[in-house]
């Protein structure tokens, strides 16, 4: 990185603005330590689908992704309760949903809301920020009603 742009970045961060706002969102992380857990890191949820497509050489349903993204590697162990708690909900939702049936759906949005609570702030847990989910919220609220 050029040196005139590390130095703006530096004056930037030791402004008081942004180390109020730096305390205001450290502060707000430590409240709800869960609610950004994820075993991916920067790698993006639809990376991780892609991935796991070539290594199981079929599409996967929406529940191996995100057990792939929020279980600890090499282990089957959640990486927090709200995660375990939601994936086994969603589980046996699908299962009481499609029973006697061949096949379910890779994602079935409705059961996954239902599963994972109300959305907070448009966003529906376990979706990933760069998913549209205008349409799955809106399709919940209209078979909840």
């Known amino acids: ?5 590390w130095e703006g970045l530096c004056n930037i961060w030791a402004a008081e603005r942004w180390q109020q706002t730096s305390t205001t969102m450290k502060v707000n992380r430590a409240a ?8 991916s890191g920067s790698v993006s949820f639809a990376t991780h689908q892609s991935r796991l497509e070539k290594e199981l050489k079929r599409p996967p349903t929406f ?8 279980k600890k ?8 309760d709200r995660a375990r708690e939601v994936a ?3 589980s046996q939702q699908m299962t009481e949903k499609y029973v006697g049936e061949e096949e ?13 609570s109300a959305p907070k702030k448009g966003h529906v847990y376990g979706f990933g920020h760069s ?3 205008s349409k ?3 399709g919940a609220s209209s078979s909840a009603s």
Request: hydrophobic share 30%; net charge negative; charged share 25%.
């Open 1 to 5: 990185m050029r040196r005139d742009y």
């Open 32 to 39: 709800n330590p869960e609610a950004n857990m994820h075993s």
């Open 63 to 70: 529940q191996e992704a995100f057990d792939k993204t929020h």
């Open 73 to 80: 590697k090499g282990t089957d162990q959640y990486i927090s």
């Open 88 to 90: 086994e909900s969603y």
């Open 104 to 116: 379910q759906p890779q994602l079935d949005p409705e059961v996954w809301v239902v599963a994972s």
């Open 131 to 133: 998913m549209d989910t």
């Open 136 to 138: 799955v919220l809106s």
